[in-house]
């Protein structure tokens, strides 16, 4: 089993370092005082992993550091409603690909596409990832009992993101708290073209749990 091929770094991505003049320091100096403020909002509110990717972005790491999920924080993910309707799609996205060509008697792999997912339901989560990508890596086997195929998918939930701000300015007097939000966003943001911050690669997966799926096709 294996995930997809990591998608690209997303275009938007602001570029480290390239906001380098004296009045873009200074505006870093301000943005990094409300730095410690959204990080004081995450503790506050116990919101543990939303703090913990927060304060790796601010650590400003090199160009090619990844944070692996702890097994907690995958499961904190898993348990949220938009993740579980994904993989309920990946999975059968599985079952309609061994249906069409059943290959009876032999294991294969048969892994999804990564799914755009934005869990609403946990705000630790959303305020750590928000919209983020999983897939299904799969070992398959079908089988045949008299007329009915049966099916069962040994599987890994692989979890990645580009944990980023990338949020423009919105001035909304109809939805000040968007408003607010999007523009604490273009502060972190401006952060990293200043080179006081930086974006990293977030990744985890089920694979010290085994999981799978039974039943007929």
């Not at 390239?18 to 505006?27: I, T, Y």
């Not at 934005?118 to 086997?141: K, R």
């Not at 890994?156 to 909304?172: C, L, T």
Request: glycine residues 6%; hydrophobic residues 40%; charged residues 25%.
């Amino acid at each position: 089993m294996h995930p997809p091929p990591e998608p690209a770094i997303p275009d938007n991505v602001v570029k480290y370092g390239s906001a380098d003049g004296w009045l873009d320091k200074f505006e870093a100096a301000m943005n990094a005082s409300e730095a410690g403020y959204v990080a004081l909002f995450f503790d506050v509110h116990g919101y543990d992993f939303a703090s913990d990717l927060f304060d790796l972005y601010i650590g400003n790491n090199g160009p090619d550091f990844r944070y692996v999920l702890t097994d907690d924080q995958v499961w904190e993910i898993l348990a949220t409603n938009d993740v579980g309707k994904k993989i309920d799609d990946g999975l059968k996205y599985i079952q309609d690909v061994a249906r069409k060509d059943p290959q009876t008697g032999t294991t294969r792999e048969i892994t999804t596409d990564w799914m755009l997912t934005f869990p609403t339901d946990n705000p630790d989560v959303v305020d750590a990832l928000a919209h983020f990508s999983i897939a299904i890596g799969s070992d398959t086997t079908v089988t045949k009992d008299g007329n009915e195929l049966l099916c069962e998918i040994d599987y890994v939930v692989y979890i990645y993101d580009y944990y980023n701000f990338d949020q423009s300015r919105h001035f909304e007097l109809d939805d000040p708290i968007y408003s607010f939000k999007t523009n604490v966003d273009a502060d972190m943001r401006q952060l990293e073209a200043a080179g006081w911050a930086r974006s990293f690669r977030v990744s985890g997966d089920t694979s010290n749990v085994p999981m799978f799926w039974i039943g007929s096709l």
